[in-house]
């Protein structure tokens, strides 16, 4: 499928509509997400995937309308891979690591490929292939079948289900505090605005019970970003510093109970240097250059952070050194489009 029929497709679906590796996920079991099963692209684990919408292309080296169907996936990845969206393609004819890296450098394929992953209670494929289904936000299967189309258009509604990572009030429309909408966000101290609503709150009339509604959404964001600090400082320390520092600036008053591990990874220089190439990703991972000359400005950043990251290899803190080799896989990935912009054009 083109690029124009997907743009179709998507634009459709939004007027329809108006985060061996196995591990839980919004939901979901994870599973083939490991060193010895991959075969190319970005290396992902369970926690790459939680709160995004996910797509599993299952295929194999010997089914010549799987491998026809490669670079209309590369081209659903292109589409959608700025969106919170993962593809993965399950290869499902025995480990064939030749064969695929055959296939993958034929289709310049760039999203990631491994030996049989997908969701532990994986969909039935009827014994063929390909076949595809879609995951939203919350683990639930929105889609299994074999038509391209139908998944793309369960991916973009399956959009819907993904968290606002900024609003504190996920699911709640506000009616009667909209003025409040400036200060629900994480990142800004909420506390004042939630004393208020937890004071209009006490009534019984339409605004107390909406009141009531966005206390209740505040508090399961509240307690959803403290889970998922938790998670983060033992495997992602230099997104649990943002984290936690982000946290303590929406709820001063709680920040004592980070201070000491704040402090620790604060101190920490090779969190530190991981902080910087994760800086460097945010910065570029979903950048359009306009120009050739920013592109090369753009590309010696991108650079400068993979080697800064491959330079973190081995070092005292494993948990960084892992983390930073992660988004140095997604900094390749910028820097391979960044090269293509920065390339001089043929007259």
């Known amino acids: 499928m083109k690029s124009s029929n997907i743009n179709q497709v998507l634009a459709r679906s939004l007027a329809a509509v108006a985060f061996a590796c196995t591990a839980t996920c919004a939901g979901v079991e994870w599973k083939g997400l490991s060193e010895e099963n991959w075969y190319s692209g970005r290396k992902i684990g369970s926690a ?5 919408v996910v797509m599993v292309d299952e295929w194999g080296v010997r089914c010549p309308p799987c491998r026809a169907l490669l670079p209309r996936m590369e081209e659903i990845w292109k589409s959608f891979k700025s969106k919170p969206f993962v593809l993965i393609g399950s290869h499902r004819q025995g480990r064939q690591a030749e064969a695929v890296a055959e296939l993958v450098k034929q289709n310049k394929l760039t999203y990631p490929i491994y030996d049989r992953a997908g969701i532990v209670d994986e969909p039935s494929n009827g014994g063929g292939i390909p076949f595809i289904y879609v995951v939203d936000a919350n683990g639930k299967v929105v889609y299994s079948g074999r038509s391209d189309r139908e998944a793309i258009a369960a991916v973009v509604n399956a959009f819907d289900t993904v968290p606002d990572r900024s609003s504190l009030i996920n699911g709640v429309e506000l009616v009667k505090f909209k003025s409040m909408r400036s200060q629900l966000v994480f990142g800004k101290s909420c506390e004042s605005a939630l004393r208020q609503l937890k004071s209009a709150a ?3 009339d339409a605004k107390a019970k909406e009141a009531a509604s966005i206390v209740a959404a505040i508090e399961e964001t509240h307690n959803a970003l403290k889970t998922e600090i938790d998670d983060k400082v033992e495997s992602r320390p230099a997104a649990a510093l943002d984290a936690m520092n982000r946290f ?3 709820w001063p008053s709680e920040a004592k109970e980070y201070a000491a591990k704040l402090k620790a990874l604060s101190s920490d220089s090779d969190v530190a240097k991981c902080g910087k190439v994760r800086m ?3 910065k570029y991972r979903n950048f359009e250059p306009r120009t050739s000359g920013a592109a090369k400005r753009a590309l010696a950043e991108v ?6 990251a491959k330079a973190l290899e081995g070092c005292r803190n494993a948990a960084a050194a892992g983390e930073a080799q992660v988004y140095a896989g997604e900094l390749a990935e910028c820097e391979k489009e960044l090269e ?3 390339a001089p054009r043929r007259k």
């Open 202 to 204: 006490k009534g019984s």
């Open 280 to 282: 460097v990703l945010e």
């Open 340 to 342: 293509a912009a920065a």
């Open 48 to 52: 790459d995937l939680k709160g995004k």
């Open 303 to 308: 650079k400068s952070a993979i080697a800064s």
């Open 248 to 250: 303590c600036r929406t």
